[in-house]
């Protein structure tokens, strides 16, 4: 997945979903929690932000969903943990025209 590299400059790097920076990305002055934004605001940088209207549609959408997954109509697909996923979601991906590159090596942490 492509996800913003740490610190303030805007440039992106493939990644898994691993939330343990500092190893990750050695050497990197990673800013604070939210040092980014507010020098976002003060630059009147609106991108990492979500408008209202944008918020409201999201609720709007998965709220439905939610509701069937604590009713039990919905039950979350078990898959092993640091693989892709479960087989049904590249299905779904390749039904919807996605065409898996395979130009991502996940790197196990070592914690």
Partial sequence: MQ????????STVQS?????????????TIPEAYERLILDTIKGDQQ?????DEL???WEIF???LHRIDNGE???L???PGSRGPAEADALLEKAGYV????????????
């Fill in 63 to 65: 709220t439905p969903l």
């Fill in 48 to 52: 990492h932000f979500v408008r209202r």
């Fill in 74 to 76: 919905l039950k979350p």
């Fill in 16 to 28: 898994e979903l691993d939330l343990s920076y500092g190893q990750r990305y050695q050497g990197v």
């Fill in 56 to 58: 409201k549609a999201a």
């Fill in 100 to 111: 898996q590159t395979h130009g991502y090596i996940w790197i196990p942490p070592t914690l």
């Fill in 78 to 80: 078990p898959y092993k």
């Fill in 3 to 10: 996800v913003k590299q740490p610190g303030l400059e805007m």
